[in-house]
């Protein structure tokens, strides 16, 4: 412990390239644990400590901080002596009113440097409206608060490779004009960050998680196709979906149960009146005999007038002032388990923590009831952003410490850590609209940057359309384009329902063939969740995170990746038959659906039609599909479609396990390994590892080019591969 200014500073190293600093007035102020920080990191010595009159000096083999101890200025370089982070001032200004501090800093930013990431915002009303919209938050303020379509998430991501993580949970803002970075919490006793610096974003990243926890793989059903709307109402009509989409042979694999199937019971009452849902055990049973699975809608407040809400109250577990439960004690979360079991028991398989923020019995209002509640760990200014944090906390633990079934849980906010609790979260109420359809572009990238790999949304908008006009239809047909390439595909809405056979002809066709894509595309999106888990990975990508040595791609907002390998360009307009797509340096470009190849380091205007988008796949690229039609994604995946994109060398481990259990934690899967030579014009496929047992697979491989675009599906090769030995082909 060292002194600056006022101020008492600690420096620790987690690694050689993650460093907490932390200042305070007194250690006996508070208690030196983290709701989002994971407890017994282990953590390495400073590598050396120089004192002088006029600078303290600590570093780790990456990383050296300077304080100068007459300006107080905090500077870390990196191995090579460039500055990283510069800190320029920092105070902790005490609040009468709260009886804590306000936390204070500002950071002197390098030129042209872009900061990304703190959570999801879209902008607009809080209700997703807007017609601005932002990647890089250069000469912006953003607020950090939770409520219904925005995310707050105290992690920010810069192009010059490093993050910044605060401990903090209070509300904050944070401005970012003219390359000083302004940050400001409402309230703590101290201020508490980490910096993560890395060779890549993705290295940032997967020290965040070092950090926070890593991201457990879902079933593999939760990474096919959800249908939900608002609302199902009785048994009959939720069974009758699911048995239309396997009458109609279109593939499904999660059917929702929004709200009020409670009925007479009251609010969120963790019952079914048995008016419309007279058997819940047959129900649940039935859509598992049609291979589907059921997720249920549950909220954080409960009616007064139901028992779960009495027994909740007599035992301390209401947050005055609210209907809403508290997460933040212990017994409480215990307790709310103990409801949320009622639906395991019966073999419900996820979650719907719908109003997370939370919404606290008194509508749409998230912050002003809870901001001065005593939460039992302290005030509720003190902790109001990390609701869902422990609300998801609750349920992922109540779950794993009886059964080996994989959480899944979906819910409509997040906080810095989440991603260990198997929490999926979506972009809340929005409008179903062009706008708003643009805007969740560049919000759903900020979010995946910030360390959270599962976002979806309402695809068409919760405020719908009508799905019988050809306006409305086309805005749908745009959105389900762009969420075939989202880490989880979901349908949602109020007011008009929208299956597929609710839209006309031509729009339909468009749906199913996107559906059918994406149960194509499982395979490749199921290894990216084993890199995900294992190795820190994020599914979507903005192309920063890939690209950082061309420039161009800093403030692109309307393009990502979608892993390695799928470049996405969504299309946001109407009746457009062409859009320009930058195509990053260094790399060639094959579009995915003719085959043709593109150099990069330009911008190509690219031809549209209804039931195309923008599609590019990096040469290099392995592409594993699925070789067959499935309904469901649990179906055997037997026969498997390679596409090679040549130009380059590549590497793929395509992943597979029981796709339900967490036994892959202990060693319980297979890794094909397949490498492309583009020297030698050879793909070879590797023998297996991991000990799970592998079938017979029948692999078809496809080195595409101009005419072989994913509509080519006639193999160059055709191989039976058992795991056992290694396989190696030339190239025809």
Known sequence: MRKVGNLNVEIEFITDNIVRILYYYRREDFVDSSLVVLPNLEKIGLKSENISSSTLSFSSKSLTIDINTSNEELVIRNSNGEIVVKEK????????????????????LSEGERLYGLGQHAGGNGLGQSSAYSLDYNGLSITLSQRNTDIGIPFLVSSKGYGILWDNYSLASISLKRNKLKVWFEAGKKIDYYVIYGNSIDDVIRGYRRLTGDAPLLSKWAYGYWQSKERYKSQDELVGVVKEFREKEIPLDVIV?????????????????ETDFPKPNEMVERIHEMKAKLA????????????????????????????????????????????????????VDAYWLDASEPETGLGLVFFSPIHDADLGIGKGYEYVNAYSLMETKAVYEGQRRISNKRVVILTRSAFAGQQRHSAI???????????????????????????????????????????????????FVRWFQWSTFCPILRVHGTIFPKEPWRFPGEYQDVILKYIRLRYKLLPYIYSLAWMTYGNGYTIMRPLI???????????????????????????????????????????????FWTGKKFEGGRTVNVKITLDTIPLFVRSGAILPLLGKNVNNAEEDWDVIELRVFPDKDGYFELYDDDGVTYDYEKGKYYIIPITWDENKQELIIGKKRGELEMGKKIIKIIWVGEGKGIGYTKPDVEVEY???????????
């Open 89 to 108: 001032r920092r105070d902790l200004k005490f609040n009468d009113e709260l009886s804590t501090y306000n936390v204070m800093q500002e950071f002197e």
């Open 257 to 273: 149960l929004d709200w009020r199937y409670w009925g007479k019971y009251g609010w969120n009452a963790f019952q079914f009146d």
């Open 296 to 347: 249920i809608s549950i909220w954080p407040t409960f009616g007064k007038e139901t028992e779960v809400f009495k027994d909740m109250e007599s035992k301390g577990c209401i947050i005055q002032g609210t209907t809403a439960f508290n997460p933040f004690k212990y017994e409480c979360r215990e307790l709310f388990w103990s409801y949320v079991k009622r639906f395991y028991d019966i073999g």
């Open 425 to 475: 979260s979506w972009s809340g109420d929005v409008l179903g609209d062009w706008a708003t359809l643009r805007a969740q572009i560049p919000a759903g990238l900020n979010f995946s940057i910030s360390g959270l790999p599962y976002w979806t949304t309402d695809t068409g908008g919760f405020f719908s359309g009508n799905p019988e006009t050809k306006a409305y239809a086309e805005i």
């Open 545 to 591: 995170m890939d690209f950082r040595n061309d420039q161009n791609v800093y403030d692109l907002d309307d393009q990502y990746m979608f892993g390695p390998y799928i470049m996405v360009s969504p299309v946001t307009l109407p009746s457009i038959k062409e859009k320009e797509v930058y195509l990053p340096s260094s790399e060639y470009w094959y579009d």
């Open 722 to 732: 058992d795991g056992k030995e290694s396989i190696t082909m030339k190239k025809p």
